[in-house]
Protein backbone atom coordinates (compact mmCIF):
# COMPACT_ATOMS: atom_id res chain seq x y z
CA UNK A 1 0.00 0.00 0.00
CA UNK A 2 3.14 1.73 -0.09
CA UNK A 3 3.22 4.75 -2.41
CA UNK A 4 -0.98 5.44 -2.90
CA UNK A 5 -3.72 6.74 -0.10
CA UNK A 6 -5.39 3.85 1.48
CA UNK A 7 -8.76 3.50 0.16
CA UNK A 8 -11.59 4.02 2.74
CA UNK A 9 -15.02 3.21 2.80
CA UNK A 10 -17.88 4.29 5.39
CA UNK A 11 -20.76 1.65 6.63
CA UNK A 12 -23.78 3.15 7.92
CA UNK A 13 -26.63 0.78 8.92
CA UNK A 14 -30.15 3.07 9.22
CA UNK A 15 -33.23 1.85 9.95
CA UNK A 16 -36.21 5.07 9.61
CA UNK A 17 -33.05 7.08 10.76
CA UNK A 18 -33.98 10.84 8.58
CA UNK A 19 -33.86 12.49 11.59
CA UNK A 20 -30.35 11.62 11.97
CA UNK A 21 -29.22 10.76 9.01
CA UNK A 22 -28.14 14.69 7.59
CA UNK A 23 -26.43 15.41 10.59
CA UNK A 24 -24.39 12.47 9.77
CA UNK A 25 -23.41 12.76 6.23
CA UNK A 26 -22.91 16.50 6.38
CA UNK A 27 -20.27 15.82 9.22
CA UNK A 28 -18.19 12.89 7.57
CA UNK A 29 -14.22 13.80 5.99
CA UNK A 30 -15.55 13.44 2.77
CA UNK A 31 -12.08 14.46 1.30
CA UNK A 32 -10.33 11.00 3.15
CA UNK A 33 -13.35 8.89 2.00
CA UNK A 34 -13.77 7.03 -1.26
CA UNK A 35 -17.41 6.14 -1.01
CA UNK A 36 -20.14 6.20 2.04
CA UNK A 37 -22.22 2.79 1.69
CA UNK A 38 -25.87 3.46 3.65
CA UNK A 39 -27.44 0.23 4.35
CA UNK A 40 -31.18 0.60 4.85
CA UNK A 41 -32.76 -1.80 7.19
CA UNK A 42 -36.40 -1.58 6.30
CA UNK A 43 -36.71 1.88 6.58
CA UNK A 44 -40.62 3.84 6.23
CA UNK A 45 -39.91 7.05 6.20
CA UNK A 46 -36.41 9.46 3.45
CA UNK A 47 -33.38 7.75 4.30
CA UNK A 48 -32.80 6.18 1.68
CA UNK A 49 -33.67 9.42 -0.57
CA UNK A 50 -31.65 11.54 2.28
CA UNK A 51 -28.45 9.22 1.60
CA UNK A 52 -28.95 9.50 -1.82
CA UNK A 53 -29.15 12.86 -1.96
CA UNK A 54 -25.49 13.14 -0.64
CA UNK A 55 -23.91 10.66 -2.86
CA UNK A 56 -24.11 7.90 -0.70
CA UNK A 57 -24.79 4.35 -2.10
CA UNK A 58 -27.50 2.69 -0.75
CA UNK A 59 -27.97 -1.13 -0.33
CA UNK A 60 -31.02 -2.80 1.27
CA UNK A 61 -31.26 -5.19 3.40
CA UNK A 62 -35.00 -5.36 5.09
CA UNK A 63 -35.48 -8.24 6.27
CA UNK A 64 -32.14 -9.43 8.20
CA UNK A 65 -30.70 -7.37 11.95
CA UNK A 66 -27.53 -5.39 12.16
CA UNK A 67 -25.25 -8.09 11.82
CA UNK A 68 -26.70 -9.18 8.23
CA UNK A 69 -26.84 -5.46 7.17
CA UNK A 70 -22.93 -5.42 7.69
CA UNK A 71 -22.88 -8.60 5.66
CA UNK A 72 -24.27 -7.30 2.74
CA UNK A 73 -22.04 -4.43 2.75
CA UNK A 74 -19.13 -6.94 2.61
CA UNK A 75 -20.62 -8.97 -0.13
CA UNK A 76 -21.24 -5.44 -2.12
CA UNK A 77 -17.18 -4.47 -1.01
CA UNK A 78 -15.79 -7.85 -2.14
CA UNK A 79 -17.17 -7.54 -5.79
CA UNK A 80 -15.48 -4.16 -6.31
CA UNK A 81 -12.77 -4.21 -8.39
CA UNK A 82 -11.11 -2.50 -6.06
CA UNK A 83 -11.59 -3.20 -2.30
CA UNK A 84 -11.45 -1.02 0.38
CA UNK A 85 -8.31 -1.21 2.72
CA UNK A 86 -10.31 0.34 5.44
CA UNK A 87 -13.90 -0.22 6.50
CA UNK A 88 -15.44 2.39 9.19
CA UNK A 89 -18.94 1.58 11.23
CA UNK A 90 -21.06 4.25 12.08
CA UNK A 91 -24.36 3.28 12.49
CA UNK A 92 -26.92 6.06 12.08
CA UNK A 93 -27.74 6.32 15.72
CA UNK A 94 -23.91 7.79 16.09
CA UNK A 95 -23.84 10.80 13.72
CA UNK A 96 -22.04 12.83 16.39
CA UNK A 97 -19.22 10.32 15.93
CA UNK A 98 -18.83 11.38 12.25
CA UNK A 99 -16.84 14.09 12.90
CA UNK A 100 -14.08 11.99 14.66
CA UNK A 101 -13.52 9.20 12.05
CA UNK A 102 -10.14 10.78 11.29
CA UNK A 103 -9.08 10.08 15.49
CA UNK A 104 -10.62 6.84 14.63
CA UNK A 105 -8.85 5.25 11.91
CA UNK A 106 -5.46 7.17 12.41
CA UNK A 107 -4.60 4.26 14.51
CA UNK A 108 -4.38 2.05 11.46
CA UNK A 109 -3.43 4.54 8.88
CA UNK A 110 -0.13 5.37 10.86
CA UNK A 111 0.34 2.81 12.92
CA UNK A 112 -0.59 -0.70 11.36
CA UNK A 113 -3.45 -1.62 13.46
CA UNK A 114 -5.67 -3.99 12.11
CA UNK A 115 -8.92 -2.85 14.16
CA UNK A 116 -10.07 0.32 16.29
CA UNK A 117 -12.67 0.88 18.52
CA UNK A 118 -14.01 3.94 19.92
CA UNK A 119 -14.50 4.47 23.10
CA UNK A 120 -16.85 7.54 24.97
CA UNK A 121 -14.69 10.38 25.58
CA UNK A 122 -17.24 11.92 28.01
CA UNK A 123 -16.74 8.75 30.11
CA UNK A 124 -20.56 8.13 31.19
CA UNK A 125 -22.05 6.25 33.50
CA UNK A 126 -21.98 2.43 31.95
CA UNK A 127 -24.92 0.20 32.82
CA UNK A 128 -24.30 -2.69 34.74
CA UNK A 129 -24.57 -5.31 31.90
CA UNK A 130 -22.42 -3.22 29.68
CA UNK A 131 -19.75 -3.72 32.86
CA UNK A 132 -20.38 -7.10 32.97
CA UNK A 133 -19.46 -7.16 28.92
CA UNK A 134 -15.83 -5.94 29.42
CA UNK A 135 -15.17 -7.68 32.17
CA UNK A 136 -16.11 -11.11 30.55
CA UNK A 137 -14.52 -10.29 27.59
CA UNK A 138 -10.96 -9.34 29.97
CA UNK A 139 -11.74 -12.53 31.90
CA UNK A 140 -11.83 -14.71 28.68
CA UNK A 141 -9.45 -13.23 26.63
CA UNK A 142 -7.27 -11.16 28.80
CA UNK A 143 -8.02 -8.08 27.13
CA UNK A 144 -8.93 -4.98 28.95
CA UNK A 145 -11.56 -3.77 26.32
CA UNK A 146 -13.20 -0.66 27.97
CA UNK A 147 -16.63 -0.66 25.99
CA UNK A 148 -17.60 -2.56 23.06
CA UNK A 149 -18.80 0.22 21.04
CA UNK A 150 -21.09 0.13 17.79
CA UNK A 151 -18.42 2.71 16.03
CA UNK A 152 -15.30 0.86 14.59
CA UNK A 153 -13.10 1.09 11.57
CA UNK A 154 -11.06 -2.47 11.03
CA UNK A 155 -8.98 -3.77 7.84
CA UNK A 156 -10.86 -4.83 5.16
CA UNK A 157 -8.81 -8.13 4.63
CA UNK A 158 -9.06 -8.63 8.65
CA UNK A 159 -12.73 -8.28 8.42
CA UNK A 160 -13.08 -10.86 5.84
CA UNK A 161 -10.49 -12.90 7.73
CA UNK A 162 -12.35 -13.24 10.66
CA UNK A 163 -15.39 -15.28 8.88
CA UNK A 164 -18.48 -13.31 10.71
CA UNK A 165 -21.40 -15.34 11.43
CA UNK A 166 -23.84 -13.31 13.54
CA UNK A 167 -26.54 -10.92 11.75
CA UNK A 168 -28.02 -9.86 14.53
CA UNK A 169 -26.98 -6.99 17.05
CA UNK A 170 -24.61 -9.26 18.57
CA UNK A 171 -22.43 -8.39 15.18
CA UNK A 172 -20.40 -5.89 17.44
CA UNK A 173 -19.19 -7.85 19.98
CA UNK A 174 -18.63 -11.09 17.68
CA UNK A 175 -16.01 -8.70 15.94
CA UNK A 176 -14.59 -8.02 19.12
CA UNK A 177 -13.81 -11.53 20.08
CA UNK A 178 -13.08 -12.73 17.29
CA UNK A 179 -10.26 -10.34 16.63
CA UNK A 180 -9.01 -10.54 20.53
CA UNK A 181 -9.07 -14.84 19.12
CA UNK A 182 -7.07 -14.12 16.06
CA UNK A 183 -4.64 -12.01 17.65
CA UNK A 184 -5.60 -8.71 15.51
CA UNK A 185 -3.70 -5.54 16.75
CA UNK A 186 -6.42 -3.45 18.83
CA UNK A 187 -6.56 0.14 19.54
CA UNK A 188 -9.61 2.08 21.49
CA UNK A 189 -9.76 5.52 20.35
CA UNK A 190 -11.60 8.10 22.68
CA UNK A 191 -13.90 10.45 20.89
CA UNK A 192 -17.36 12.03 21.43
CA UNK A 193 -20.81 10.37 20.73
CA UNK A 194 -19.38 6.82 20.50
CA UNK A 195 -23.00 5.16 21.00
CA UNK A 196 -24.46 2.94 23.53
CA UNK A 197 -21.97 0.10 24.49
CA UNK A 198 -22.58 -2.96 23.77
CA UNK A 199 -24.73 -5.02 27.07
CA UNK A 200 -24.17 -8.63 28.25
CA UNK A 201 -27.19 -10.97 26.66
CA UNK A 202 -27.77 -14.43 25.97
CA UNK A 203 -26.41 -14.20 22.12
CA UNK A 204 -23.05 -11.87 23.27
CA UNK A 205 -22.11 -14.98 25.93
CA UNK A 206 -22.66 -17.08 23.74
CA UNK A 207 -20.61 -15.00 21.01
CA UNK A 208 -18.00 -14.52 23.92
CA UNK A 209 -17.67 -18.27 25.25
CA UNK A 210 -17.88 -19.59 21.35
CA UNK A 211 -15.55 -18.12 20.34
CA UNK A 212 -13.03 -18.80 23.08
CA UNK A 213 -13.22 -22.37 22.61
CA UNK A 214 -12.31 -22.36 18.68
CA UNK A 215 -9.15 -23.38 17.86
Known sequence: MAGRSLLIDVVVVAHNAAATLPQLLRALPHKQLRSVVVVDCGSSDE???IAR??????????HGGYGAACARAQAHF???PAVPDVVVFVPAECATAAASVPALISPIVERGAELALAV??????????????TRLIDTVYRERIRSVSPVRAIRFAAWVAL???????SYNVE???RSLKLGLSCEQVAIVGAGQPEELTSRSLFHVLRHATIR
Not at 53 to 62: H, M, N, T
Open 47 to 49: TAQ
Open 120 to 133: EASAPRRSLRAFAM
Open 78 to 80: AQL
Open 53 to 62: DVGALVLREP
Open 163 to 169: GMSSRTD
Open 175 to 177: MVV
